[in-house]
């Protein structure tokens, strides 16, 4: 309906995540629109992004260094290291502020339906920091689903056969959530995992 | 956070309308992890339209043609004439398919207050359309909201000053709508608007 290059861009714009039929329309007619010098930065950052981005080679979380700023951090703490599934949760991890270790991000997690499986998500690269490094403890932060959890399982068992220490984030209610609102998964869990006071 | 080309991809998605910090990081890194391929065609698609698409010299929607579809179709009605505000205008009332004329598209409306006076919005090319083109009725399609009453009637009088009809698209209950949840503005309009059976 639009000209050729218009109904081009809307397609495209169908790549971001949660854009439909109708906002990729909204987007690239209010881009054309009103937002000209936006989408010409915006075509540049994907550009460079896209030329310069890589995988960090020690723990695989996105950077355009060889080595991300963390990793190179000589100040964070190379004993602890805290297994996560993306980038992002390196992100919410560091704005809780509480952690200072290393982390290793599997961009992914173990799922054979989708053709992911271990070295997909990076176990070799893993092995391999367990070996050299002077890790003392992992500490899994996968994500509570079924997947997460395969995945934990596989990465305890595999620093358990190099005798290091394994702990995984604590699951159960949420600061200032309601019991009444909660899911009953969530509630069995922290019944179980319940501590001494 | 994230390393300076992750962020400067971040706050350059933050141009599309609906994006806010979060969706803009998801966004980047879900381009960035999974769809480098689907991310490439975007910032191809962007340079593209950017580079050739422009206003149509005789309808101003957007078009990478001097002059659009629609303009160049000769079976298309010339004697009718509806006035939009945007070119997801003009798709809207070509998906109802029940309008064989010619648009008009303002781009805009007028608005003094964000500096939108009657050039911007092209009443001058709108002018000399109306004295050249054979139009004899003009539609006025603009939305029902207080700039869209005030481009309406601007352009009403302008219609008039040379003895074309003008006519307004009607305003009401639409269908399947329910009057309990009607706003008020519009009961009022639907009543004011009534007609004889």
Redesign the interface.
């Known amino acids: 309906?639009?000209?050729?290059?218009?109904d081009?861009?809307i397609s495209?714009?169908r790549?971001?995540?949660?854009v439909g039929p109708k906002?990729a329309?909204?987007?690239?007619?209010?881009?054309?629109?009103h937002?000209?010098e936006?989408?010409?930065?915006?075509?540049?950052?994907?550009?460079?992004?896209?030329d310069?981005?890589d995988r960090c080679k020690s723990c695989r979380t996105?950077?355009?260094?060889d080595e991300?700023?963390i990793c190179r951090n000589p100040r964070r703490d190379a004993s602890q290291l805290c297994i996560v599934e993306?980038?992002?949760d390196v992100?919410a991890i560091?704005?809780a502020a509480s952690f200072s270790g290393k982390y290793f991000v599997l961009?992914g997690r173990l799922s054979p339906i989708d053709g992911l499986g271990p070295k997909e998500i990076g176990m070799d690269i893993l092995e391999r920091r367990l070996q050299e490094d002077e890790v003392k403890e992992v500490i899994i932060a996968t994500n509570p689903t079924v997947e997460g959890e395969a995945t934990s399982h596989y990465i305890a068992d595999l620093a358990k056969s190099r005798s290091i220490k394994v702990s995984r984030i604590a699951h159960g209610v949420p600061l200032g959530g309601e019991l009444e609102y909660l899911d009953g998964g969530t509630l069995a869990h922290a019944l179980s995992s319940r501590r001494e006071l």
């Open positions: 309906m639009f000209s050729p290059l218009i081009k861009l495209a714009l790549v971001l995540p949660g906002s329309q909204r987007m690239a007619l209010q881009l054309l629109e937002q000209r936006g989408a010409a930065r915006l075509a540049q950052a994907l550009v460079a992004a896209l310069a981005v996105l950077s355009e260094d991300c700023s993306s980038p992002a992100l560091e704005q961009l």
